[in-house]
């Protein structure tokens, strides 16, 4: 499985099922393409138990309010963020606004007014823990099986920002090291990217330093070191990300990543 | 000291075929263990406090054991001041120190005791000797100071570069503008008050429930001398991460050693604390804590499987659980009553969701800011209320707005440099009587991140909270009433103060 696939499956368990308001499904012809724009987050207490709570963000160029719930990560209120993500083929019952998935948000430096909703009867997405999440210490970790060949794996980040997000990153770490282990890896290549080609959304400047995509390398680095793998074995590299592939999914959020490729 | 069968002895758990009879410790004399002292230490000693009884037990795998403190490097000065480790970790507080004991020693001694040694037992060394005002933070508030290096050092003791500016703005206590101790001095410190931590129950601070650290995604740091993983939850602002190393810091700051403890001293420190548990037995109106199906006191903790993650079918506090319901011929009204709020606390403490906001370390890594959900999102590993993942989080205790006001307390002014992340909640100037963590790492969004503290013990060391700002259970739950706007009702309230008062 692809780690891009794993990132819409992750987020896709934690979808409220449908319970029968179709009163706002998205159009059809709007669906595939990609929503990207700087809004301010409003939270909705929508209360399905812990952390179903709704985000939800206008996009200033439309006036069309999305519903951000399901990125893995969440806004921060009162600070701008940007979303990148697709309007998913779900009806609006959960939150009462029009769902993006997959979704990314990033959250800026700017700040906005802070601003919540009671719930007003949306009951919000239940949380339901991922299936594919880091087991405790206790539980054997099974080695992956031969054959080997040259394995990549891919961590996606924030905008500038080289944190490592929980239910996300480290299953990744773990796979790729346990990958690494069992096929006694003799090299392993970090490269980290950024985006660094300045874009305009809803007229702010986007762009990232070449320097996040050292700090990026450098933590995954840093997070195989803590896994035992010796710093000789890891190359690191960063550069400037190519502009997206067709296959990306939300072509700028891939931009900013680090690949990991193993050699057995 | 009487050594009979104690009213409040514990029925023995499965794997413990008899709870050793307990000693009961019933005055000051009796209860305060001086450094030096040659009494032996009971397998099982009992100690009365508002609540009713805590116990502190001896245990190892084979069992119950006493042992004869004469010499032992927990009990015995290792350094200049005449002070012990068990000075401040005393088993009838739960091996921290409350601040009725604390009184009790100066008014036993008039202030000549080693526990008010003026290198952090006064509000600054330098402080006019014998003078309860020199002394006020420890007598009023139980606060003990701890000098930090600026700027902070990482594992090798080499300067760390910060990313914020510290400035002191108000320093009551003279230490963090001192010409010898303050943050310009030769030797540039800071300065902050903190409760002692207790030294029981130490499985569950070092047991590492998953490999990696959800709050930063990197796996968790790894002991280079023993080549396992730190839980990361043993100290206020984490500067040590192994037993061993905290005991070396505490040996070298607090007890004024020239140096560190030889290895078997120190072999000797951590296999008492390995052995040593200590929780409340008995409450004075629900009677034993073992009672009608409840499984409280120390032996069921000690048994229990360290490093558990609560939720979903085990929520925490489960311990309690059968006195929701429980029949108990033999109990009274008022037993059957207080149990009940026992499990009605219980089960507020794990299920009842509220807002919690603006609280980096929970707040910051991804979950939204705001984020509903329960006491035991944070305090989380089952029997203890620590933090499975290492607990630093910033509650609100230290940083402004939301600390208390503590004219008392020193308070510092923070600024991000450029270039850095502003704090992800307080923004790039931040006000605080206690960095906490940041005093460690040099890092903005750790600024007032305390670590989770367990929750064992309570009745036997008030006051809470790392600065000592809750002086009652009540107060406790008062603060989070208030700082998360949760609405507890009165008797909400009462039930959580009665829970946490049976731990």
């Given amino acids: ?264 | 000291m009487s050594l009979s069968a104690h009213a409040d002895s514990q029925q023995a758990p499965t794997a413990v075929q008899s709870a050793a009879p307990a000693a009961t410790y019933d005055y000051d004399d009796e209860r305060w263990w001086s450094p030096g002292d040659t009494r032996t230490l009971p397998p099982h000693s009992a100690f009365s406090n508002e609540h009713g009884t805590l116990s502190t037990i001896l245990l190892t795998s084979s069992g119950p054991t006493s042992l004869d403190t004469a010499n032992h490097p927990f009990f015995t000065p290792l350094g200049e001041n005449g002070r012990a480790c068990v000075t401040c970790h005393q088993p009838s507080d739960g091996m921290s120190l409350s601040v009725t004991t604390i009184r009790e020693r100066w008014r036993a001694t008039n202030g000549k005791d080693p526990l008010f040694a003026p290198i952090d037992g006064a509000n600054c060394p330098d402080a006019k000797p014998g003078d309860p005002a020199s002394h006020s933070l420890l007598l009023e508030h139980g606060l003990f100071r701890i000098f930090r290096p600026w700027p902070p050092r990482n594992a090798e003791g080499k300067p760390i570069e910060p990313q914020f500016d510290i400035e002191v703005v108000r320093d009551p206590t003279g230490c963090n503008t001192h010409p010898r101790y303050g943050l310009k001095s030769a030797e540039p410190m800071i300065s902050v008050y903190r409760r002692p931590r207790p030294v029981a129950n130490v499985k569950y601070l070092t047991a590492v429930g998953f490999p990696f650290e959800p709050k930063n995604g990197l796996p968790l740091p790894v002991d280079p001398e023993s080549g396992e993983r730190m839980s990361g939850n043993l100290m206020a602002d984490g500067r040590a991460g192994t037993l061993k190393r905290q005991a070396i810091d505490a040996a070298l700051t607090h007890l004024q050693a020239r140096r560190a403890p030889s290895e078997s001293q120190l072999r000797g420190i951590l296999e008492f604390e390995n052995m040593v548990y200590s929780a409340q037995s008995h409450d004075r109106f629900g009677g034993e804590l073992t009672a009608a199906g409840a499984q409280g006191g120390p032996y069921f903790l000690a048994q229990f499987a360290a490093g558990a993650l609560q939720g979903g079918n085990e929520p925490i506090w489960l311990e309690f659980a059968a006195w929701l319901e429980a029949q108990d011929d033999n109990a009274t009204p008022e037993q059957i009553e207080f149990r009940r709020s026992v499990a009605r606390g219980a089960r507020s403490f794990a299920t009842k969701t509220f807002l919690v906001s603006d609280a980096a370390g929970i707040t910051s890594m991804g979950f939204g800011n705001p984020v509903r959900n329960t006491c035991a999102f944070c305090h989380n590993m089952q029997h203890t209320g620590l933090d499975v993942a290492p607990g630093q989080v910033d509650l609100g205790t230290t940083n402004e707005p939301f600390a208390e006001p503590a004219p008392h307390l020193p308070l510092f002014k923070l600024t991000c440099k450029p270039g850095y992340r502003p704090h992800p909640h307080l923004g790039r100037v931040v006000y605080t009587s206690d960095p906490g963590f940041a005093l460690t790492t040099g890092r903005c969004i750790d600024i007032g991140k305390i670590t989770i503290q367990q929750m064992r013990g309570l009745a036997g060391r008030a006051p809470y909270f790392s600065n000592g700002s809750a002086r009652t259970l009540r107060d406790l739950v008062d603060f989070y009433d208030r700082r998360y706007n949760i609405g507890y009702t009165e008797q909400e309230k009462q039930d959580l103060v009665n829970l946490m008062s049976v731990l």
């Fill in chain 1, 1 to 264: 499985m692809s780690t891009r696939f794993f990132i819409v499956a992750a987020a896709s368990v934690l979808a409220w099922p449908n319970v029968g308001r179709a009163d706002a499904a998205p159009n059809a012809a709007d669906s595939q393409s990609v929503k990207l724009f700087v809004g301010c987050p409003v939270y909705r207490d929508s209360d399905s138990g812990r952390k179903s709570g709704c985000w939800l963000v206008t996009d200033p160029a439309t006036g069309i309010r999305y519903d951000v719930t399901l990125g893995r990560i969440k806004p921060i209120l009162g600070r701008t963020i940007l979303v990148e993500g697709i309007v998913a083929e779900r009806d609006t019952s959960a939150c009462g606004a029009i769902v993006l998935e997959p979704v990314n948000v990033s959250v800026l430096e700017g700040t906005c007014k802070s601003h919540m909703l009671p719930a007003e009867n949306y009951p919000g997405h239940r949380f339901v823990l991922p299936q594919d999440v880091m087991q405790p210490t206790h539980v054997p970790r099974e080695l992956p099986p031969p054959p080997y060949e040259r394995k990549q794996f891919t961590i996606e980040f924030e905008l500038n920002s080289d944190f490592l997000v929980y239910q996300y990153s480290e299953v990744i770490l773990e796979r790729a090291w346990l990958y690494a282990k069992a096929s006694k890896a003799r090299r392993i290549d970090i490269v980290g990217y950024a985006a660094t080609q300045p874009i305009v959304v809803s007229g702010e400047r986007i762009v990232e330093d070449l320097s996040i995509a050292k700090a990026r390398a450098e933590m995954v680095a840093e997070a195989f070191s803590r896994l035992g793998i010796e710093r000789k074995a890891m190359h690191l590299s960063w550069r400037p990300a190519p502009p997206a592939s067709a296959e990306d999914v939300l072509p700028e959020s891939a931009k900013r990543r680090v690949e990991i490729i193993i050699h057995p």
